[in-house]
């Protein structure tokens, strides 16, 4: 069966940074491209970030580029997302995301349970 | 890269239907990038319902059905059940640089 499992999440200061994971099963992780999507508390959804399947191309959305670092290690079957000079509004529920094979790279067809990341002093 | 243009919230029947609009520009939904809806319920991880525009993964049934003119994309819901109360978002993306875009959600009550 398909999975992917997010890390524990956590708490972090202003200015702080936290690194996540997800660890992915019953597919042939390197076939697939993945993307990072988070939903701050009570609000709609937020794409972070995209990779390739061999993690060649990267795209980041503006609110975290320069400050977040989307990694996959295809040996591992995991997903990585660096996290630094975190901010208050980096508060959110954090899912990671399989791109569906031969989809777009918008049309995600496994998600996560996500993992909350708590940004406060 | 502004969000995409849902309706707060739309409302129906049992066995009704709804049509939920999403609107963006020339350069995402009224672009070739495709436009895909997720399913949401409350306390759990979105659920693909409709990718490419108007196509289902396996396993969505066909009450469920997309469309797009111009720059609006357009989910509609026939025979509205009880279980397909969730809020609902549209997503596609801009290609000049990426970035993929997603509505502020629709939130959809079964009366």
């Known amino acids: 069966e398909v999975h992917l499992v997010e890390s524990r999440g956590g708490l972090a200061q202003p200015g702080g940074s936290l690194r996540l994971s997800c660890a992915a099963s019953?597919?042939?992780?390197?076939?697939?491209?993945m993307n990072w999507v988070r939903q701050a508390p009570g609000k709609g959804l937020e794409w972070v970030s995209y990779?390739?399947?061999?993690?060649?191309?990267?795209f980041y959305a503006d609110s975290v580029k320069g400050r977040f670092t989307i990694s996959r290690d295809n040996a591992r079957n995991s997903l990585y997302l660096r996290m630094n000079s975190l901010r208050v509004d980096d508060t959110a529920v954090y899912y990671c995301?399989?791109?569906?094979?031969?989809?777009?790279?918008?049309?995600?067809?496994?998600w996560g349970k996500g993992t909350t990341v708590t940004v406060s002093s | 890269q502004s969000a995409l243009s849902q309706p707060p919230s739309v409302s129906g029947s049992p066995g009704q239907s709804v049509t939920i609009s999403c609107t963006g520009t020339s350069s995402d939904v009224g672009s070739d990038n495709g436009v895909s809806w997720y399913q949401q319920a409350p306390g759990t991880a979105p659920k693909l319902m409709i990718y490419?525009?108007?196509s289902r993964p396996s396993g969505v049934p066909d009450r469920f059905s997309g469309s797009k003119s111009g720059n609006t994309a357009s989910l509609t819901i026939s025979g509205l059940q009880a279980e397909d109360e969730a809020v609902y978002y549209c997503?596609?993306?801009?290609?000049?640089?990426?970035?993929?875009?997603f509505g502020g959600g629709t939130k959809l009550t079964v009366l």
């Open positions: 990779i390739s399947g061999s993690g060649r191309n990267i």
């Open positions: 490419e525009v108007g």
């Open positions: 997503s596609s993306y801009t290609s000049n640089n990426i970035h993929i875009l």
């Open positions: 019953g597919f042939t992780f390197s076939d697939y491209e």
């Open positions: 995301a399989r791109v569906g094979l031969l989809y777009r790279l918008l049309d995600m067809d496994v």
